[in-house]
């Protein structure tokens, strides 16, 4: 008997040591091939620009090209069922918006649960948002704009897509009383031209994407949504300035692979992407766009997700989000 047990022990700890080895060597030889990075909103926008910068600072760490996907629909679920569905070996990685990992919660049969499912690999920047209008819309401050808003029920219509731009308007809705209908697109680039035409009247969107529209005249930013006063637009209040706190919602950005890719590997690609969040070259494109370079380990980001989600759970009973 005593022999059995030292023989199956001997069994068991060479099956590990071999398990090892091959993942060490798998870890020394990866990349073998180009990695896709599938990204969950149009391209063009202020995510999709923050992914195809990370993309090719990461593909300089790796050696390897690592090809943007475009991958928009369903609040995000697209991008993450087949960056799941692929295979465990590396080359596949998820870059979504901090908002989506609302997803699931906005989506009950959705079958994706964000924790157990996706593993954070780092957090790579953040995008300030803000609130514009069209210059149709007579408010000049975020005031009038409520006081037009109820004295003129049903007309406004705000356009959203991502969840954090659904939780924005759900917020402004209910800080400030009133009822306008909201309209959704796929993602904000989509949203911007029906914003630019009068079709929509308002949108809560990324500052990058709304002040170059904004500084022509097409556009009027009534607010930001920070804590402080954007440094671009000194002279525009913030939403908690402006009356309403509660306006407010994560805007940080996050790389995440499948949670059946090995250790090792998402070891190595955390690495690789903080160096790629840590060069000059990627902080200076991030300023010139207005976005914000933040970086994060994948121990503190998991931290982040796991007290947001929570955050997030209540937001959604709160406001009785759906996805559109």
């Given at each position: 008997m005593r022999h059995l047990i030292r023989s199956l022990a001997t069994t068991v700890a060479l099956t590990c040591s071999v398990a090892v080895m091959a993942q060490t060597a798998d870890t020394a030889s990866f990349p073998t091939k180009p990695l896709r990075m599938l990204v969950p909103v149009p391209a063009g926008g202020p995510s999709d620009f923050i992914a195809r910068q990370v993309a090719q600072q990461l593909s300089m760490s790796l050696g390897q090209m690592v090809t943007v996907e475009n991958k928009p629909g369903a609040n995000g679920l697209l991008a993450a069922r087949e960056a799941l569905s692929a295979p465990a070996d590396?080359?596949?990685?998820?870059?979504?918006?901090?908002?989506?990992?609302?997803?699931?919660?906005?989506?009950?049969?959705?079958?994706?649960?964000?924790?157990?499912?996706?593993?954070?690999?780092?957090?790579v920047g953040r995008v300030p948002f803000a609130l514009a209008v069209h210059p149709g819309v007579q408010a000049q401050t975020v005031a009038d704009l409520v006081k037009q808003a109820r004295e003129q029920p049903g007309i406004l219509n705000v356009a959203t897509s991502t969840p954090s731009?659904?939780?924005?308007?759900?917020?402004?809705?209910?800080?400030?009383?009133?009822?306008?209908?909201?309209?959704?697109?796929?993602?904000?680039?989509?949203?911007?031209?029906?914003l630019l035409a009068g079709r929509v009247q308002l949108m809560f969107g990324p500052l990058s994407l709304l002040q170059p529209q904004?500084?022509?005249?097409?556009?009027?930013?009534?607010?930001?949504?920070a804590p402080q006063r954007s440094p671009s637009l000194p002279d525009v209040p913030t939403m908690a300035e402006a009356g309403l706190p509660s306006v407010e919602v994560p805007t940080w950005q996050g790389v995440y692979t499948s949670a059946t890719v090995p250790q090792a590997l998402r070891a190595r690609l955390a690495t690789d992407i903080a160096a790629a969040v840590a060069r000059a070259e990627l902080r200076a494109e991030f300023d010139r766009r207005m976005l914000a370079v933040e970086g994060a380990s994948p121990q503190e980001l998991a931290a982040t997700i796991s007290r947001e989600l929570a955050v997030w759970a209540?937001?959604?009973d709160e406001y009785k989000l759906t996805a559109d």
């Open positions: 590396g080359h596949t990685v998820l870059y979504a918006p901090g908002s989506m990992i609302a997803t699931p919660l906005l989506s009950k049969g959705s079958g994706l649960d964000w924790s157990r499912d996706l593993a954070p690999l780092g957090k731009e659904v939780l924005a308007a759900a917020q402004f809705m209910k800080g400030a009383g009133i009822q306008v209908t909201r309209v959704p697109y796929k993602g904000g680039t989509q949203a911007l031209p029906d904004a500084k022509s005249g097409a556009l009027r930013i009534l607010a930001t949504l209540a937001v959604v």
